[in-house]
């Protein structure tokens, strides 16, 4: 696991387009720009708030617990032209054993899951070295705004 660097959701604050999510360890942060949906439920999760129906991710959640699948990890494995990739492993744990699934999916929606289910998040390595560190930009938010995470 040398080549995976584990990172945590350090905030998401709302942009004209949708949200900036940043993620990052003690040494830097960085940015994946997110729609406004999916910067909404990530918002949500770190604040704890729930609505009186399920959203899209609390669905998905829901019919993962239902089938008795967890989230185990999630990887942003690669970055092309300024979009990020990911992978979303799965733990489906039965009455007839266990089995990992690995898929492939929005590094948005693997992030909105990994949070529900409190599962690692990981970056490849060369994917870490490659993206600037935002860690200013974070610092600049006010801590009273509402996409701070807790």
């Not at 990020?84 to 929606?109: C, M, T």
């Amino acid at each position: 696991m040398n080549d995976l660097v584990p990172v945590r959701v350090k905030g998401a604050i709302p942009t004209t387009s949708g949200c900036a999510v940043f993620l990052g360890d003690e040494e830097k942060s960085f940015v994946i720009y997110v729609d406004e949906q999916v910067g909404g439920a990530i918002t949500r999760i770190l604040h704890k708030r729930a609505y009186p129906r399920p959203l899209t991710h609390e669905l998905i959640q829901n019919i993962f617990l239902g089938f008795g699948v967890s989230v185990q990890r999630v990887v942003i494995n690669d970055l092309q032209e300024s979009t990020f990739y990911a992978r979303l492993i799965l733990r489906l744990e039965n009455e007839l054993g266990q089995k990992l699934v690995e898929l492939d999916a929005r590094p948005s929606d693997s992030i909105a899951l990994a949070l529900q289910d409190q599962a690692e998040i990981l970056v490849a390595r060369h994917v870490y070295d490659a993206v600037e560190d935002m860690s200013w930009l974070l610092e600049e938010q006010d801590p009273d705004e509402e996409g701070e995470a807790d």
